[in-house]
């Protein structure tokens, strides 16, 4: 197929309202990231009252980002329920091996699924991206196959890129939403995991968050905090009343040292 033949973002979303015409409903994971959003938006369009966004609360999920995420389906009117899910009570999670995802989306999907079938739902879904296949560590879709979740994104062929073009023309807020992972991410794989450690990696990215900065990340390593900024905010914070502050909020939240890490933002940084 020669790319002007190739289907537009337009087009990739008709096909998307096919699929879930399709179905007798559908609960989708939401995080109020740009995908999960992007997908939430679509099927409430085209299913009302039987599509369901279900979101996960747990330590994995920084308070301004659960509270963001239901303002939102709030404001749109979307049939939204808050789950609780339980994947710090599992040993197989809080070791953070490389299949730390894999335990993680698998409690999602037994909770969703479970929840789907006492309310009559014939489908569950979540926001995989046709560019996410290409991640090996992306091992949270291996639970999401096991789990019956469908990724219709994925399976329509969009990316990143043309989701960002579609919820723009909806008027969806997170069109421009700097991407997100769950807070586990910024712990080193083979360092375990708590909701202790967790709560000071929340509590330095929301002073990055406060101070104007898009793109960040507080990763741990033990006695460490390595901050990664992009670029642009490099200048940001080295002023000296920002830099003064963010060592003080952050050895306070118990770290010795607090680095910035010149090679900036970029994800991944804390795996292998």
């Not at 339980?86 to 699924?113: A, H, I, Q, T």
Request: glycine share 6%.
């Amino acid at each position: 197929m020669s790319k002007c033949n190739l289907p537009t973002a337009l087009e990739k979303e008709m096909r998307i309202k096919e699929l879930l015409n399709d179905c007798d409903g559908m609960a989708i994971a939401y995080s109020g990231g740009v995908d999960s959003t992007y997908l939430a938006d679509v099927a409430h369009e085209t299913l009302g009252a039987k599509a369901l966004m279900i979101i996960a609360d747990s330590p994995s999920i920084p308070r301004s980002e659960l509270r963001e995420a239901i303002s939102l389906a709030q404001e749109r009117r979307w049939r939204l329920e808050v789950v609780s899910t339980r994947e710090f009570d599992s040993p197989d999670f809080l070791k953070n091996d490389v299949k730390r995802c894999y335990y993680c989306k698998g409690e999602l999907f037994e909770v969703m699924r479970r929840y789907a079938d006492e309310h009559d739902i014939a489908a569950i879904a979540y926001g995989e991206t046709a560019e996410d296949g290409f991640d090996a560590t992306r091992v949270g879709a291996q639970a999401a196959r096991e789990g019956g979740a469908r990724a219709p994104l994925a399976e329509v062929g969009f990316n990143k890129e043309e989701i960002r073009e579609r919820s723009r023309a909806r008027g969806l807020p997170t069109w421009n939403k700097a991407s997100f992972a769950c807070l586990a991410s910024r712990v080193p794989t083979g360092t375990p995991v708590s909701a202790d450690i967790l709560g000071k990696i929340e509590k330095a990215e929301e002073l990055l968050r406060d101070i104007g900065c898009h793109q960040y990340r507080a990763r741990h390593h033990d006695a460490i905090c390595r901050i990664e900024v992009s670029e642009d905010d490099f200048a940001l914070l080295m002023r000296p009343d920002i830099r003064h502050d963010i060592v003080d909020t952050v050895r306070a939240l118990g770290y010795r040292y607090v680095t910035l890490d010149l090679a900036g933002y970029r994800t991944g940084s804390t795996t292998g």
